[in-house]
């Protein structure tokens, strides 16, 4: 089953065309890396999948996104709902000046026809939220506390559960371990392996180590264009074009 069909799509910013008729499919519960060069368009790929790119002027789209067999582009769609079903943590974690648990909670506070139904439930929505993200241990005698005080890994983890309490299908990740060392690096791959067992995942990486650990297919970019996608294992021992045995093998990028 696909959580994500793209069908010949092109995104141009003003006259800058960015993404060049990509065609893929994003397998359910599993994690799916996109690669390539810096500036390739990695991330406004992944951005398109909740039309986040959408807030940037000049943005033009052609084509179209499957999610639940709905095109993401039609005119009718709640982006707000989009956005519940996928959603985004960054390159650098940004919990909010808050709690600890009001981070958790912040989802069901903004989105009151979801919080209303669980309002007596918030607290063990929240101990649940932090035990999928392998943090409850970790805070639960600091709640309190501000989220800004955690380490950085643990933001990370934090912003992941921040996520969970609205019930995302889809999770996307930009470089979401790029600001971490290798140890809480580790420990972030840990937990998306984890977490695919009930959430699809897609995550953008530079690094291609990264990608052969922890993702079951993979798509590898280059000038705006899905050079291939294919099973990771299959990507990095036996790729089909020339273009990606190069990057894999560090002749370019």
């Known amino acids: 089953m696909d959580a994500i069909t793209v069908n010949n799509l092109d995104l141009y910013y003003g006259h800058f065309h960015a993404l060049k008729s990509v ?3 994003v397998a359910e519960k599993i994690i799916t890396s996109i690669i390539g060069p810096s500036g390739c368009g990695k991330s406004t790929l992944l951005r398109t999948f909740n039309r986040m790119n959408d807030l ?7 084509g179209e996104i499957l999610i639940n067999n709905k095109n993401i582009f039609d005119q009718n769609t709640d982006l707000d709902l989009l956005r519940r079903k996928v959603g985004m943590v960054f390159q650098r974690p940004n919990p909010f000046p808050l709690t600890i648990f009001e ?3 912040f989802g069901l506070r903004i989105h009151p026809d979801i919080g209303r139904k669980v309002k007596e439930k918030i607290p063990d929505i929240v101990k649940t939220s932090l035990q999928s993200v392998l943090l409850w241990d970790e805070v639960k005698n600091k709640l309190n506390t501000s989220a800004l005080k955690l380490s950085l890994e643990q933001q990370q983890r934090l912003c992941i559960a921040r996520l969970l309490p609205i019930k ?3 999770l996307l990740m930009d470089e979401p371990c790029s600001a971490l060392d ?4 580790s420990r972030v791959e840990e937990l998306l392996i984890e977490l695919k067992k009930n959430y699809t995942i897609v995550i953008v990486t530079h690094n291609m180590q990264q990608a052969a650990r922890i993702s079951d297919e993979t798509g590898f970019m280059l000038l705006g264009e899905l050079i291939e996608f294919s099973e990771t294992k299959e990507i990095f021992t036996n790729p089909k074009n020339k273009q990606t045995e190069n990057y894999i093998t560090g002749r370019f990028g």
């Open 23 to 25: 065609n893929m499919k």
């Open 56 to 62: 940037i002027e000049g943005t033009y789209i052609t």
């Open 103 to 105: 981070n958790v909670a």
């Open 168 to 170: 995302p299908e889809i």
């Open 182 to 185: 290798p140890i809480a690096t």
